[in-house]
């Protein structure tokens, strides 16, 4: 497999997210994740054929890449995530977490484009987005990857019992692995994108 195997829809987006990623990393940890998740993707995995279509909570998608096209720096992202999204499978799970908003199922969407259950299905690199209508709470949830968020909107994030924070259009944060993290919208739709690095079990 090859960059060339990718449709080219999703090879510019891959190139534009990292370039975003690594342009508002904040921290060492943020840097050193984005490099491991770079060099995984610089070897494709065989693409699947998924359903394209969106979700109901979809239509926040317009204002909310409109409004992110204000931050400084995103735009070649997001305007290579246009193009590439008619061919996306949208999704939107119904957790029994009582610290999901009860609104949750039909008020959040969310896209796998890389990794388990995406168009490029693979283990190594997990690399999506989250648009939750306003004022809806994403459960508290944790998972073994690191995680680097982009984030494209308003909103508040949190990790384990710490304050919420507002990183706001163009901000980005680290997940460290196993940690406790959660996310919720207020009066604007929230709108963010996550890279993770699913570190291989040693053989
Ligand atoms: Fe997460």
């Known amino acids: 497999m090859t960059r060339q195997d990718r449709t080219p829809e999703l090879q510019a987006f891959l190139d534009a997210a990292l370039a975003a990623f690594d342009a508002h990393a904040t921290s060492d940890e943020?840097?050193?994740?984005l490099g491991r998740i770079r060099a995984g993707l610089d070897t494709p995995a065989p693409l699947r054929e998924v359903t394209p279509g969106r979700q109901p909570t979809c239509r926040w998608l317009e204002p909310a890449l409109d409004h992110a096209a204000e931050a400084p720096g995103l735009r070649p992202m997001l305007d290579a995530f246009r193009a590439l999204e008619p061919g996306l499978e949208w999704s939107c799970d119904k957790p029994d977490n009582p610290t999901a908003s009860e609104n949750f199922s039909e008020s959040h969407a969310e896209?796998?484009?890389?990794?388990?259950?995406?168009?490029?299905?693979?283990?190594?690199?997990?690399l999506g987005l989250s648009l939750l209508a306003p004022g809806v709470r994403y459960p508290d949830h944790s998972h073994r990857p690191e995680e680097v968020y982009l984030v494209l909107s308003e909103g508040d994030f949190r990790q384990g019992?710490?304050?919420w924070f507002t990183p706001g259009p163009g901000g980005s944060f680290y997940n460290r692995p196993s940690i406790l993290h959660a996310m919720r919208s207020g009066k604007d739709p929230?709108?963010?994108?996550?890279?993770l690095w699913n570190e291989p079990a040693a053989a």
Not at 30 to 33: D, E, I, Q, S
Not at 111 to 125: A, L, N, S, T
Not at 190 to 195: G, H, I, P, S
């Open 30 to 33: 943020a840097r050193a994740a």
């Open 111 to 126: 896209v796998m484009i890389v990794g388990p259950g995406g168009m490029e299905p693979r283990q190594d690199v997990w």
């Open 161 to 163: 019992e710490d304050p």
């Open 190 to 195: 929230l709108f963010a994108f996550w890279a």
